[in-house]
């Protein structure tokens, strides 16, 4: 599985959009890029998925660079339940979630 | 519709002692994952079950072991245990394909003293 390289920590004002980064320079043609998120004392969440093309969803847009040597989380309107660790993780199709550190959100009121 | 749901919620065990976990899939999943995730860190594979088979595996000890049910639902064993397995462990279950992505159960607290 590829490795995922994001910040330690990022901090967002309420109601401001947020772009989380992700850097993946080893992805192969065939992983995809999952995005998964955990609030405090609950399991992951799924967030949002793409391989080339960006999505849309109701939680979240996903952009996925040309060379897919790196994608950005975008939350549009950050809000306080959005505070959580976001995962980026590079997933072979059929294959297991392989999870890094994560980037600790924090959105100030 | 329910998601997973795991049980116990907390779990309090001595050294040496044995445990059992179980996990129930969300609806039309077919696909179990198991995840240990120690304080402060991301959750790490343990093994995958499918169509009552491991199919893959982490790098946990045997002293981790698993089965899954005809009707999906599946448990996590760990013998002897060790004060170092204290951690939240994590269920997640999926479609074979992972089309729709997994689905996280909120864990079981596992404390061992």
């Known amino acids: 599985d590829a490795k995922t390289t994001q910040p330690n920590s990022m901090e967002s004002n309420e109601e401001e959009p947020v772009h989380l980064p992700c850097n993946h320079s080893?992805?192969?043609?065939?992983?995809?890029i999952h995005w998964y998120r955990q609030l405090p004392s609950q399991g992951p969440e799924y967030v949002i998925h793409?391989?080339?093309s960006n999505v849309n969803n109701r939680m979240a847009s996903l952009a996925i660079a040309e060379d897919r040597k790196s994608s950005t989380l975008i939350l549009h309107r950050a809000t306080l339940r959005d505070a959580a660790v976001y995962y980026c993780i590079n997933m072979e199709y059929g294959n297991k979630l392989v999870f890094g550190a994560g980037t600790i959100l924090r959105v100030k009121s | 519709d329910a998601g997973v749901t795991q049980s116990p919620t907390h779990l309090i065990k001595t050294r040496g002692q044995q445990v059992t976990l179980r996990c129930s899939p969300k609806?039309?999943?077919?696909?179990v994952s198991w995840y240990q995730q120690a304080l402060g860190q991301g959750p790490q594979f343990i093994f995958q079950?499918?169509?009552?088979?491991?199919?893959q595996r982490g790098n946990f000890p045997d002293r981790f072991s698993g089965h899954q049910f005809p009707n999906y639902s599946s448990e996590l064993n760990v013998n002897a245990l060790l004060l170092g397995d204290s951690a939240l462990y994590l269920c997640a279950s999926s479609s074979y394909d992972r089309a729709s992505g997994y689905t996280f159960g909120s864990g079981t607290r596992l404390t061992v003293v």
């Open positions: 080893t992805i192969s043609g065939t992983d995809y």
């Open positions: 793409g391989l080339t």
């Open positions: 609806s039309g999943h077919d696909t």
């Open positions: 079950y499918y169509e009552e088979e491991e199919r």
